[in-house]
């Protein structure tokens, strides 16, 4: 068994989209090598109900799926084939856009104006681009979680973990993705598949990621003014961990304990081309795509 060291950390940066919705940004619309098979992954935790409630109006999705995770308040959704539903605390929906889907996102804050959610968009590869749009919308209540015996709890929304398999299936990616909270002060070593893209998202509490020969946190950057003095990263609230390779990934958890998403995935390795929402492999798919749109012809 090998420990992932970590390649980087990143902060989420702060960002508008939709109607103006203001959101953290984890990665997007840049480089996907180190991401592969994931795209874009968003952080849309805001108190202030008129930077979010504007939403998401209606908006194409082709060649990809998205993956929408809430934790506080509720986001209604509906779309172009008479889809609509609501997703309240802890649900899932994995949205798969296959050939091509229009709909719209309106998130709504909890009695006290709390909106907090993800969302992860994962590629779709060449042959499944054009594939049927399906929906897959998951209550809470379906959601295996695990709780081990030093007070380690795990959800487990997509892939298998510890002998519990997640509600959502059939994705391309094989993708594992994981909602995890480890108690103050516990070391945990945490299986992932050596063939996978990983990272992990701390949303609360702090910690190090790290190798089991490094007893320091994660070196990042040198001290003004004293080129000797390194200073060592304690991941908190909204940092981005990217992994290499190894079939481990072990976090030791601060004193107020470290809750994270971990998320996996088998790199697609095609070419990516892109036009916001919509993902295919060339440019001349995009042309086609945008002609969809203008002709009434985007539905499949």
């Excluded at 592969?36 to 990809?64: E, T």
């Excluded at 649900?91 to 709909?103: E, F, K, L, P």
């Excluded at 929906?135 to 709780?147: L, T």
């Excluded at 081990?148 to 398999?165: A, M, P, Q, S, Y």
């Amino acid at each position: 068994m090998s420990i992932r060291p970590v390649r980087r950390i990143v902060q989420a940066q702060p960002t508008i989209e939709g109607a103006g919705v203001h959101l953290h940004r984890g990665f997007g619309f840049d480089e996907t090598n180190e991401t592969d098979p994931f795209l874009l992954f968003d952080d849309f935790r805001n108190d202030v109900p008129s930077q979010y409630r504007a939403g998401f109006p209606w908006h194409p999705h082709r060649g990809i799926e998205t993956i929408t995770y809430v934790l506080a308040g509720n986001v209604d959704h509906a779309d172009s084939l008479g889809n609509r539903g609501t997703l309240g605390a802890g649900d899932v929906q994995w949205m798969t856009a296959g050939s091509g889907i229009v709909h719209h996102e309106m998130p709504k804050g909890d009695v006290l104006g709390h909106m907090h959610g993800f969302q992860l968009w994962a590629n779709l590869p060449s042959t499944l681009k054009m594939t049927a749009p399906r929906y897959q919308d998951v209550p809470s209540a379906q959601i295996a979680e695990i709780i081990d015996d030093d007070g380690t709890t795990i959800r487990v929304i997509c892939g298998e973990f510890w002998g519990k398999r997640g509600p959502v299936d059939g994705i391309a990616a094989d993708p594992c993705y994981l909602d995890v909270f480890v108690p103050a002060g516990i070391r945990k070593t945490l299986p992932v598949d050596a063939y996978r893209n990983t990272f992990a998202y701390v949303f609360d509490g702090d910690g190090n990621f790290r190798a089991a020969s490094d007893p320091m946190g994660v070196l990042t950057e040198r001290t003004a003014g004293n080129d000797d003095d390194l200073v060592r990263e304690r991941t908190g609230n909204r940092s981005l961990v990217f992994f290499d390779s190894g079939d481990e990934v072990t976090v030791q958890a601060g004193d107020r304990g470290i809750r994270f998403l971990l998320v996996s995935g088998t790199p697609i390795k095609e070419p990516v081309a892109w036009y916001g929402p919509i993902v295919m492999n060339t440019q001349a798919e995009l042309q086609v795509a945008m002609r969809d749109l203008q002709e009434g012809t985007f539905i499949r």
